[in-house]
């Protein structure tokens, strides 16, 4: 059985580790204390058991302890951590596990803003060290970028993506260390100009919402952007492209209404107000309603992402 080591204790090592249990692997997290990585535990656990719904699998093992009293690494096959997004802390982390764990063993960052090659730099094994980086909710979205920093091994990033595909995931591996791994900058490019139609008076935010999850959102579902050309064809994209490419935004600053929401407090549900208004109520029926439809998805997407 792959033994796999996370390090932190808030949602997104829950959703991680809730990943890799329900995948039949033995999982450790590590915590500042072992109270918090064993609360960590036990949200994981009844995580993986709602993702295991109908699925006959054997109970897996998995234990708690703390980051500094913990250096049991027989059997480790991958170390993952999803500690603060700070980066000294990151740094300071990665450093105490340059010394810690045996070599041979790869170690990951959940890290989203951080590059690697800046969290590793000058550490001696840090040929060994990657970015992996998870969309929230973790255990719903397929998805994990294994991204290279400058020193990275590329044969140990293959395998550390072929470990996740036995984990039931999906990975890609970045080649290049660049700002936003690889689906972050898609997603930012779709964003720079949903908000310049926006801004335009073009459209509404909800009419954006609508354009997106029911025409080409809809169709990657089942196609990526390449496939999806590969059926229709490209000579039409490209006779598409002449036209629309010259009016596309190529702005570098924030747009203008998303700078004003945010000027005045609105930064979305957590903050109750947004594009549109958020009261408790509502935005908790409307997080359900969007974690019901990830859940669906996952449940059609994995038939194929399952280890058999």
């Given at each position: 059985?792959?033994k796999i080591v996370v390090i932190g204790t808030g949602t997104m090592a829950v959703g991680i580790g809730a990943g890799f249990i329900d995948a039949g692997m033995e999982v450790v997290?590590?915590?500042?204390?072992?109270?918090?990585?064993?609360?960590?535990?036990?949200?994981?656990?009844?995580?993986?058991?709602?993702?295991?719904?109908?699925?006959?699998?054997?109970?897996?093992?998995?234990?708690?302890?703390?980051?500094?009293?913990?250096?049991?690494?027989?059997?480790?096959?991958?170390?993952?951590?999803?500690?603060?997004?700070?980066?000294?802390?990151?740094?300071?982390?990665?450093?105490?596990?340059?010394?810690?764990?045996?070599?041979?063993?790869?170690?990951?960052?959940?890290?989203?803003?951080?590059?690697?090659?800046?969290?590793?730099?000058?550490?001696?094994?840090?040929?060994?060290?990657?970015?992996?980086?998870?969309?929230?909710?973790?255990?719903?979205?397929?998805?994990?970028?294994?991204?290279?920093?400058?020193?990275?091994?590329?044969?140990?990033?293959?395998?550390?993506?072929?470990?996740?595909?036995?984990?039931?995931?999906?990975?890609?591996?970045?080649?290049?260390?660049?700002?936003?791994?690889?689906?972050?900058?898609?997603?930012?490019?779709?964003?720079?100009?949903?908000?310049?139609?926006?801004?335009?008076?073009?459209?509404?935010?909800?009419?954006?919402?609508?354009?997106?999850?029911?025409?080409?959102?809809?169709?990657?579902?089942?196609?990526?952007?390449?496939?999806?050309?590969?059926?229709?064809?490209?000579?039409?994209?490209?006779?598409?492209?002449?036209?629309?490419?010259?009016?596309?935004?190529?702005?570098?600053?924030?747009?203008?209404?998303?700078?004003?929401?945010?000027?005045?407090?609105?930064?979305?549900?957590?903050?109750?107000?947004?594009?549109?208004?958020?009261?408790?109520?509502?935005?908790?029926?409307?997080?359900?309603?969007?974690?019901?439809?990830?859940?669906?998805?996952?449940?059609?997407?994995?038939?194929?992402?399952?280890?058999?």
């Amino acid at each position: 059985m792959e033994k796999i080591v996370v390090i932190g204790t808030g949602t997104m090592a829950v959703g991680i580790g809730a990943g890799f249990i329900d995948a039949g692997m033995e999982v450790v997290f590590l915590g500042r204390t072992v109270d918090k990585a064993q609360a960590a535990l036990t949200a994981a656990r009844k995580t993986a058991v709602a993702l295991a719904v109908g699925d006959a699998r054997a109970p897996v093992s998995a234990t708690a302890g703390s980051i500094d009293g913990w250096n049991d690494w027989q059997g480790v096959t991958w170390v993952i951590e999803t500690v603060a997004e700070n980066f000294e802390l990151k740094r300071e982390l990665f450093a105490a596990l340059d010394a810690r764990v045996p070599v041979g063993i790869p170690i990951g960052s959940n890290s989203s803003g951080f590059p690697i090659t800046r969290i590793a730099q000058g550490l001696a094994s840090r040929s060994r060290m990657f970015n992996a980086h998870y969309f929230m909710p973790a255990h719903l979205v397929p998805l994990v970028e294994v991204a290279l920093g400058e020193d990275s091994n590329p044969a140990m990033g293959e395998a550390v993506c072929a470990l996740y595909r036995r984990a039931g995931k999906k990975p890609v591996l970045v080649r290049k260390d660049i700002p936003g791994f690889l689906a972050n900058r898609i997603q930012h490019a779709l964003m720079r100009e949903a908000m310049a139609l926006i801004d335009g008076g073009i459209a509404t935010p909800a009419d954006v919402d609508t354009a997106v999850r029911y025409s080409f959102g809809f169709r990657y579902a089942a196609a990526g952007p390449v496939l999806q050309k590969e059926i229709s064809g490209w000579d039409s994209m490209a006779r598409a492209a002449a036209e629309i490419y010259p009016s596309l935004s190529n702005t570098h600053v924030l747009a203008d209404c998303v700078a004003g929401i945010i000027a005045v407090g609105k930064t979305g549900m957590k903050a109750g107000a947004g594009f549109m208004e958020w009261p408790t109520e509502l935005a908790g029926t409307e997080r359900a309603a969007y974690e019901r439809r990830l859940k669906a998805a996952f449940d059609v997407l994995n038939l194929d992402a399952k280890p058999g």
